[in-house]
């Protein structure tokens, strides 16, 4: 490995002053452990969509730390992003397990041959639009937190309601043949569709409806579900619209929410302000599953917010987007505002609309 230029030292004390740095600029919450995070990952590969996803920075953060390094004569961008010093920073492990990906379940021991009716669905399904801020995640994703929520008791037998369905969760909630009734808002006419289509022909407690999440839940679903899941747009707004619903459509006490989060667009700090929220309204969280959300690559990734940004303008070949599986239980009933959410759901830290 090359050593840095003449004067380049790498220490704490460099890694603090990158983030100040960036920190200065973008007045974004940027830490000395995302830059550390970000020098781990580059020891490990030289493809960008790799170091978004093995760094778990947020990729607004990354573009400006990687511009930092380069200034410092750390890092040269071309066609890869190369380090050019040795670096106190470690390299993220990778030992997650190979049958299960690292989440520990898998579908394929649901009941009612759900994985593979599921599988066969999920071929047919309408493709991720911009429109909506979609992309999907692979079926063993969703298959595996269904799988989740029946470990948990929370499908047998319950009202189940998912907001936002491009995942296809509740077909396969459904499929399962546990739920008492599974119902799912999406505003995408082309999802309610086809899970009107599917519920039909497997002759599932299965229904669909186009709701648009900003507006106010529909009195008949406040206070009347058991379980809830929900991939929320993660600005402050869009959590609230989200996983904000989400609380109120569940009866209280006792029962629970499944909640993606990621850290490609959510920093620790947007975390700390989620976990508050869930908190503040009587929620705990009693399993958080880091990376167990993959998403399969969408066809939009040049359109995207952050394309513009990147200094290596290559499509990615792998998954790149994870995000964290977070189960949440209500100890109580949860009173929220059912108004209209007024603004834009994104923020700062969003990359991908
Ligand atoms: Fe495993």
Known sequence: ??????????????????????????????????????????????DLWEVVRLSRVPLRFLVPIWESLARRGLLRVEEGLDLLAEVP??????????????????????????????LAWAKGRPEAIQDFDQGYVTPESTLARVALAWSWGDLEGKEVLVLGDDDLTGLAAALTGLPKRVVVLDADPRIVRFLERAAKAEGLPLEAHVHDLREPLPEAWVHAFHTFFTDPVE????????????????????????VGLTHVEASLAKWADFQRFLLENGAVITELRDGFHVYENWGYIEQMRAWSWLPVKRRPEKPWYTSALIRLELLRRADLENARVEGDLQDEEASTY
Do not use: I
């Open 235 to 258: 600005g402050p707004l869009g959590l609230q619209a989200f996983v904000g619903r989400g609380l109120l459509a569940l009866e209280g006490e006792g029962c629970a929410g499944y």
């Open 89 to 118: 920073a470690p390299r993220p492990g990778e030992a997650a397990c190979s049958a299960c990906e690292g989440r520990g379940l898998v579908g394929e021991r649901l009941p009612g041959r759900a994985a593979e009716r599921f």
């Open 1 to 46: 490995m090359e050593t840095a230029g003449k004067g380049v030292s790498v220490n704490k004390e460099a890694l603090v002053q990158v983030a100040e740095e960036v920190r200065q600029a973008t007045g974004l919450p940027v830490g000395w452990r995302d830059v550390e995070r970000t020098l781990g990952a580059l020891r490990a590969t030289r």
